[in-house]
């Protein structure tokens, strides 16, 4: 079974502009979480879907970030306009159940803004 | 804020010593989950442990729960160079759907 994917791995942008995260959750997961790591510090949750809808975005940091889920199936996460402290790793998990286990993870895209 | 706290930030040992890192949280989970991170790569689970659970084994891994303390440890017996990595505790609520995770301690196993 593939895992979650994500992409870019790394992205690195000026401030001001924008980028597109995307995530591909495991198929079948209707679950999909987004979480990130700024500058070292703890990984702080973003937001989570449940298939299309978000059921709790309490993580999100500003109006800068915009995250997506048509469908269903992938999800996007743009930040709009990009911020020096925007910088981080961002992180993309699914599980099955709606439930704080069970997550598989994918390997993070790492943002640099400069 | 911050809820969960891990100790010590950085550890650095000699490979076949043992590695223990503790995490402390302020709210109340029903479960407490230990990450690793290799440089550059995702996070991958290595052990869960209930609220009703005070200590579990997973090969190499040992992790204990005080519930009543609100801390955690993870053990790594036989250190490897491959252990090197970041380690991360996360605190699962039944009445939440995310986790929260603690600050991380960089793990060095020189060979």
């Known amino acids: 079974e593939a895992g979650v994917t994500q992409f870019p791995s790394h992205s690195v942008i000026e401030k001001g502009q924008t980028v597109t995260l995307r995530c591909d959750p495991i198929?079948?997961?209707?679950?999909l979480y987004w979480y990130r790591r700024v500058m070292g510090k703890e990984i702080k949750f973003l937001l989570h879907?449940?298939?299309?809808?978000?059921?709790?975005e309490s993580g999100m940091p500003n109006n800068r970030f915009l995250a997506e889920r048509t469908g269903g199936t992938y999800s996007t996460l743009k930040v709009q306009p990009a911020e020096l402290e925007d910088s981080g790793v961002y992180f993309c998990?699914?599980?099955?159940?709606?439930?704080?286990?069970?997550?598989?993870f994918g390997s993070g895209t790492r943002l640099t803004v400069v | 804020s911050q809820q969960g706290e891990e100790d010590p930030q950085a550890l650095s040992i000699q490979e076949g010593e043992n590695a223990t890192m503790n995490c402390s949280y302020k709210?109340?989970?029903?479960?407490l989950q230990w990450y690793r991170q290799n440089s550059g790569r995702g996070l991958v689970h290595l052990i869960l442990?209930?609220?009703?659970?005070r200590e579990k084994h997973s090969g190499r891994l040992r992790v204990t729960l005080d519930t009543s303390k609100k801390s955690s440890s993870l053990l790594i017996t036989a250190s490897r160079a491959a252990d090197t990595a970041s380690y991360f505790c996360?605190?699962?609520?039944?009445?939440?759907?995310?986790?929260?995770f603690g600050s991380g301690t960089q793990l060095t196993v020189l060979p």
């Open positions: 998990a699914s599980s099955q159940e709606a439930v704080s286990y069970g997550y598989t």
């Open positions: 198929s079948g997961h209707d679950n």
């Open positions: 879907f449940v298939k299309e809808s978000k059921q709790d």
């Open positions: 709210t109340s989970i029903n479960n």
């Open positions: 442990i209930r609220s009703n659970e």
């Open positions: 996360a605190g699962g609520s039944g009445s939440a759907r995310q986790l929260t």
